[in-house]
């Protein structure tokens, strides 16, 4: 099957909800606010042409209808505020501030409509994959199903809006990076403790968000603690704040919980070689990295910038390495333009990348289902040459188990924005 056609396939026509008879009847009348009815009379209705009265859509399950017909004015929902503390409350009602924000609003580049409209999806397709995603399924299958919502309700236009990168399905001692390619048998299990991390992007503003599932009670503590550090991670976030200080907030709330796992009390240690970052327009690491630990890093973070605040917990060592196959791949941000390769296929390849992605990280799967076959051998070069990134899954030691919560958070003039909250997370 065409892969245009599977998107299209029991795609509904507008799904639209009519007004009740009550309601109308409100309208015209005197509004009945309880919906008892009121007095008990009912009123006279006047015989008129009875039109359908569109008031409300709804979303498909699974969802299929693109988010602009849910929001025609092109505004998105404004994601959880936090107001600066300390040298920075001014800025909540300071009217320079608030002057900069109109003009930001008013720039189709720059608006957080961009941001906003990519957090929305990614509520809506985190919300649907919390319900399906059951052990038995294969990896494959969830990435894909992820990756269709996302694709379907961003509208996915070339690199106008899309997925932001490629999604994480990392397993148990695994934290990040590890997404299925093509052939990968690997099934979920009733003992996994899964991330899912999946990117959404609107003209080039990446939503970054993840969460951690799992099926036995065993490891519910150990999702608190990530959880509530996540939390005091974008508490700690702010104009002026050192990253040291961030990481710091991070690690005394991590490292404050224990997980009992068959009667021995086990520490939650946060990964001390994994970090939350900033992100720029088509650059999911945008420069600046914060760390999960106490460190000396005096880097401020800056009026304006996007970051993505995550956390990862682990029962083990508390540092990863790198094991198994790659999967997540990306164009160098800063790399060269115009490489001198050998490869006639490597060249070709850059190409493709170059039209599909860009910048942004794209897996294996991402090239087969354009098309691209024997990749292989021009990906390495690509990757050797220091043109391409690969990002190895990230693991901690066997038997251990890890988790993630992340959020994107914006560093407004006025005040801090957790765009991706939801009510799940
Ligand atoms: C890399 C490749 C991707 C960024 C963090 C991350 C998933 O570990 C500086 C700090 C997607 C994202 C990234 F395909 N990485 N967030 N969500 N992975 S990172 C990093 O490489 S670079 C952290
Ligand atoms: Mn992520
Ligand atoms: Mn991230």
Same mark, same amino acid.
Do not use: C, W
């Given at each position: 099957m065409a892969i245009t056609d599977k998107f299209q396939e029991d795609i509904p026509d507008?799904?639209?909800?009519?007004?009740?008879?009550?309601?109308?009847?409100?309208?015209?009348?005197?509004?009945?606010?309880?919906?008892?009815?009121?007095?008990? %009379? *009912?009123? $006279? +209705? @006047? %015989? *008129?042409? $009875? +039109? @359908? %009265?569109?008031?409300g859509l709804v979303q498909t399950d699974p969802p299929r209808i693109g988010l602009s017909k849910f929001f025609p004015d092109g505004h998105y929902p404004v994601g959880e505020i936090q107001e600066y503390t300390d040298d920075n409350a001014y800025r909540t009602t300071s009217e320079e501030k608030r002057y900069q924000e109109r003009m930001i609003l008013e720039d189709p580049e720059e608006t957080y409509d961009n941001i906003r409209r990519a957090a929305e999806v990614h509520r809506l397709v985190r919300r649907h994959a919390r319900q399906w995603i059951k052990p038995g399924m294969s990896m494959t299958s969830i990435a894909e199903t992820i990756e269709e919502g996302t694709r379907t309700l961003v509208e996915e236009n070339g690199l106008e809006s899309g997925i932001g990168f490629p999604t994480g399905l990392s397993l148990n001692n695994c934290a990040a990076h590890y997404s299925p390619n093509a052939g990968d048998t690997l099934v979920l299990s009733h003992g996994d403790v899964l991330k899912v991390d999946f990117g959404v992007h609107v003209k080039g503003r990446i939503l970054d968000s993840a969460f951690t599932l799992t099926w036995e009670p065993t490891y519910n503590k150990l999702l608190e603690a990530v959880k509530a550090s996540t939390n005091a991670g974008i508490r700690a976030a702010g104009i002026d704040v050192r990253l040291g200080d961030v990481g710091a907030a991070i690690q005394e709330v991590m490292e404050s919980y224990e997980v009992e796992v068959g009667s021995k009390m086990i520490p939650?240690?946060?990964?001390?070689?994994?970090?939350?970052?900033?992100?720029?327009?088509?650059?999911?690491?945008?420069?600046?990295?914060?760390?999960?630990?106490?460190?000396?890093?005096?880097?401020?973070?800056?009026?304006?910038?996007?970051?993505?605040?995550?956390?990862?917990?682990?029962?083990?060592?508390?540092?990863v390495i790198e094991e198994g196959d790659c999967s997540h791949y990306a164009k160098i941000f800063d790399g060269p333009t115009n490489p001198p390769l050998r490869l006639t296929s490597a060249k070709s390849l850059l190409k493709t990348i170059n039209k599909n992605f860009g910048t942004l990280p794209f897996c294996r799967r991402y090239l087969d289902r354009i098309g691209e076959s024997k990749y292989l051998l021009a990906l390495n070069h690509l990757v050797s040459q220091g043109v391409v990134q690969d990002y190895l899954p990230l693991c901690d030691i066997r038997g251990s188990m890890t988790a993630q919560f992340e959020h994107t958070i914006l560093l407004r003039p006025t005040v801090k924005e957790v765009v991706s909250r939801g009510d799940d997370y």
């Open positions: 507008v799904v639209e909800v009519e007004d009740h008879d009550e309601n109308e009847e409100a309208e015209e009348g005197a509004p009945d606010v309880t919906g008892t009815g009121g007095d008990g %009379k *009912k009123k $006279k +209705k @006047k %015989k *008129k042409t $009875k +039109k @359908k %009265k569109p008031v939650v240690k946060s990964i001390e070689n994994l970090s939350g970052h900033s992100i720029g327009p088509y650059q999911i690491h945008g420069g600046k990295s914060v760390l999960l630990v106490k460190n000396r890093d005096q880097t401020k973070m800056e009026e304006g910038e996007y970051y993505a605040i995550e956390t990862f917990g682990s029962t083990g060592r508390g540092t």
